[in-house]
């Protein structure tokens, strides 16, 4: 009986073992890094960047793109990996972008969030064309391609739909997107280079949903609307609330609905 025991125990800690290593396998596994950007139904997001609001001497800009894994923190700083899908791109390295030390793209330490660098190029033509460049994440040793694993980025030096147009602040209470209404909307907020208005202190609070670390971003609803109502009467007011085109409809009866 006791041989028996002692097979039946040493048996039992081989088998606690190997499951213990499977798991631990498979926890790393699941280290997945995507761009942290909107999904989409079909295809891959669509970003775009425009030299339009800069100075005429400035000549590149170094563009950041946010990633963010699933996965266990590091405690050290980890690499990830992505490439230049060159057959989907129409923008031509070293003459509207050039890459980046593939050492400035990592994951600091004790967080699960980071950005994609690469550097652009401002060409002449771009105020009459824009180009496409189409990243792709890729495996490396610490990561795996997650859900988001591709994005394109679209260059230009004419006026453009802003990437934070699509978030809730606008969808909701600004509505449709045209060129008239994002040349006023800047011009009430003081806004010159095109940034986001909402992307201060007096919009934005941050929440911790339960993890004891204050990540999540939200927007204080009652401040944006009060702001927006304050747009729609400036428009009344200073601009007679000019018709838009693009919108077919006054400027301030195509904001949303609230």
């Known amino acids: 009986m006791k041989v028996i025991y002692y097979f039946l125990l040493i048996l039992s800690i081989a088998l606690w073992t190997g499951c213990s290593t499977d798991e631990i396998e498979k926890f790393d596994e699941r280290n997945y890094i995507s761009f942290d950007v909107n999904e989409v139904e079909e295809g891959y997001p669509g970003l775009s960047y425009t030299f339009t609001f800069s100075e005429e001497s400035v000549r590149d800009v170094i563009y950041e793109i946010p990633v963010v894994y699933a996965g266990r923190y590091n405690d050290n700083v980890v690499p990830f990996s992505w490439q230049v899908v060159e057959d989907e791109s129409t923008a031509v390295l070293n003459t509207r972008y050039q890459l980046l030390d593939e050492n400035e793209q990592f994951i600091e330490a004790g967080k699960n969030v980071g950005v994609a660098k690469i550097k652009l190029l401002r060409t002449g033509d771009m105020q009459n064309n824009s180009y ?4 792709q994440l890729v495996d490396n040793e610490n990561f795996k391609s997650g859900a988001i694993d591709k994005v394109k980025i679209v260059i230009t030096d004419q006026l453009v739909k802003p990437d934070y147009w699509v978030w809730d602040p606008y969808d909701h ?3 449709s997107y045209s060129s008239m209404k994002f040349r006023l909307w800047l011009e009430f907020m003081n806004v010159s280079d095109g940034t986001n208005p909402f992307e201060t ?57 609230f």
Do not use: H, M
């Not at 496409?132 to 990243?135: T, Y």
């Not at 609803?221 to 919108?247: A, I, M």
């Open 132 to 135: 496409e460049l189409v990243l």
């Open 173 to 175: 209470y600004l509505g």
């Open 201 to 257: 202190d007096k919009y934005i609070q941050w929440t911790d949903r339960g993890t004891g670390n204050f990540i999540y971003k939200n927007y204080r609803e009652s401040e944006v609307k009060t702001t927006v109502l304050e747009f729609r009467q400036w428009l009344y007011n200073e601009k007679d609330n000019p018709y838009d085109e693009d919108l077919k409809a006054p400027v301030a009866e195509s904001l949303g609905g």
